[in-house]
């Protein structure tokens, strides 16, 4: 039977039998190290763990994606510091401000670290609005929380965050549109698998609760309820709204018909077709403002990944309009670093995007926050409204990672290994890789006097290096040197092609371009 | 006269004037809104401050310059966290220490944030040696100083650095060679003007300190007084020795006769000759390392860009190798965003490259440590000796923005604003960008129903997007929209060519490619 797991095993006893004859016959210190650096990394892919600039690597690239979907609709980025005044955060986090890292007061004013990237954004505009009246912006950066160190280890105390806005007053629903286009890009460039994005409107939702008869002062802390539909039974939930909540049971009936509602363009016109609901002014302008924004998600050709959800609540008390939640397919708890299952926290009162915790498959989460900036405002600059995803980097890494078969991860770009046969010829290999990073060509070389050719090819099999250079005392002599495609099966010195040494590098730019 | 800055006045005027026509002729809001956009743009030109998306602009180009040139070398990134136990910070940054910032004790272990990238990649190696007994590895991370508050501002309590360090056991000079080389490619690509290399050896200098009589325990001290010769005169700094460090006057004038010497190999052959020094075991291991890192140096083609300068010094204790500082031509005092002029601080015990107060010139530096690891390593893992550079981000970056023409600086990347004539059209102009989008094009329109053709123009020129895609009715009818290339001197509608719809995407794609 030759599943991978066997292969994988098999590697591993013959390298482990190369590493143990390398070091009964005695050999050099640097083949030893380099045959037990491959025993290493595969036996990392055994254990499911794996090198931390490997991670990196797919880090990386889930940034370069997601920047790249950011920069084809015209945003910039914008740094604000990792410091922001106590009194910023205070009171914007509800009970989680518990969880904000306080600096010692050691002069000075009394600063936090970030808990988020919206408040400094919407901070930030409140102190720059009139520079920056309309912005399309994103920012990649690490926020800070204090979570329990029992559970959470070192790193998850910080962790990125990755959120795209554009502020600004515009016509209705249209950067509504393209911020929901750029999330779906943004999934889809992030090959994560298939994705659908739960939609709704604060002012639908807040007038549906008027209209079944929520008094004014709960209607928050009911939409926060409505919002645990994705984790439990509507019992659970309408308990909740009873017993925590005080609601009258005739109210929570009459929401609970109306929670259970998905659907797409059709159950628009449902609902408009209900004189009771559209009576109702918050209504009737939600449903207004979903009306407009699938016509223009039908244009922008994202309408088939959209489920308008009449359950979808999000819990952050700033959103005033559309807000959305994009779930996977991939579903299952993340898990820590260490393979430990973490288990989804229950945030009351908050359901904002928790990293370390994200619910079954939610990877994005957004929507329209139009008074957030005008808390921060003086009178110069006044309220900023503003629309925004974040999208969930780490949930996205530990798929990827999960998914990624490690041996396939490059941690290094190198394209490129200098080698020698025979006589070490070290500064003949520095001089060619002097001339390959001239030309551009990603080159490393082994820092030895007089390496071994085994160690050099082994170098070149962990480090999944494509093409090797190789040089030796006559063929330098005959101005030539070797070009082997490390990838072909063919073994050893054989393979290779012979090429004069002045059109080395345009050999080998040929071959890196296909 | 046609100087640059009168053309800048003739525009803000020329604009002014618009804007106040605009607001007269009662103009829509975006309209205005737009028109004084560009106004505040120019102003901003003018006084010499400008957006922060357009510093975000360069300082992405010096990063992924600089990102390019490592992973060219094979380098991996490794990211450490912005947390580490104060206990590992501590004692490491002498007098320094006190512009740590420590977290306020709200349960858990203590900790501080990093202070520079060094110590917490010499910490993560001592706990991960195994695992990279080898390793290229760079980071572009911000650090932490809690500097006087009155002197600088907000940001400058956290800045950049840069640091690429190769890790390991090799032959001598050969990493330390391709580091020196990584150094000028870096600088080179940044493109911030001629500069030098100023590099000398931690073992020859304490040699020669010997040679001279000076006695062991006042070999740091003595060195830490000649490395202010880029600063002090001789006179000035034999005082320090004498009377603060109490050496005996004539070792202080022998020292003075060596550390005055520069040049470039000739001035190694002539210490090789001098038989007093070469007795000296410190002095021929760092004369012979010297040798051998010169002969690489050639063969890497950068041995013109060297200068061998006994003067070079560096302050901290931990290197044990050689040491080099790159200086540029492009000198004068560093300025803070407000252009207040920032005096250099005269760091004693310590001339770590202070991004802050960066001295004049400096731009890059670093050296051999091979026992820094050790000082945070077990039994498991020992001591990996370590050659690194620091490059100095920040000070790139000033060098950069004041040379740039900020005008020509592009904040976003916009490549085709999709413009509408006449009726507003703008579902026409939404399904266009969404083919553009999917071609990969970076493209925006306006988020407006019914936009003016002047404010749109307008945008083009104030975010210097190139083409505009622009759709009329009647066009559109016929199945075809117009191309403008909007660099063009042919203003408004003039100028640009119409072509089918169906080849929109493979006429902007060749224009785009030239």
Redesign the interface.
Known sequence: MDTPQETLKEKIKKQGDLVRSLKAAGAE?AEI?AAV?VL?GLKKQQTGSS???KK??I??KIFSTITSVF?????????T???ELKEILAGKYGEDSKLI?????????KCSLRYDLTVPFARFLAM?G??Y?????YQIA?V?R?DQ?AMTK??M??FYQCDFD?A????PM??D??VV?IMC?CLTALDIGNFTIKINHRKLLDGIFEICGVPEAKIRPISSAVDKLDKLPWEEVKKEMLDEKGLDPVAADRIGEYVILKGGKELLTQLLDNKELVSNKNVKAGLDDMILLF??LE???VLDKMSFDLSLARGLDYYTGIIYEAVTEQSGQPKAEDGIQIKRKTKKDSDELDETTVGVGSIAAGGRYDNLVGMFANTSSGGIPCVGVSIGVERVFSILLQRAQLTSVK????EVYVISVGDGL??ER??IC?EL??A?????FM???KPKLQAQFTVCDR?QIPYAVIVGKSELDRGEIKIKDMRSKEQGEGGGIIVPRSQMVEELRKRLRN
């Open positions: 210190k190290d650096g290493l090198g931390t600039s990196m690597a880090r990386e920069k084809k609709h015209g945003a910039v980025t914008i740094d510091p990792v410091f890292y306080d600096l010692e007061d050691q002069g000075g004013e720059n009139t520079q009246p309309n912005i399309k912006r690490k800070y204090r160190p070192g790193r105390r910080e554009v600004g007053v515009y016509d249209v950067a549109a393209e286009r890009e016509q223009y244009i922008f050709n941690a290094n770009e190198v070290l500064e520095m001089g002097t990073w001239d551009g060509i990603k080159a490393e820092y030895k006097r480090d």
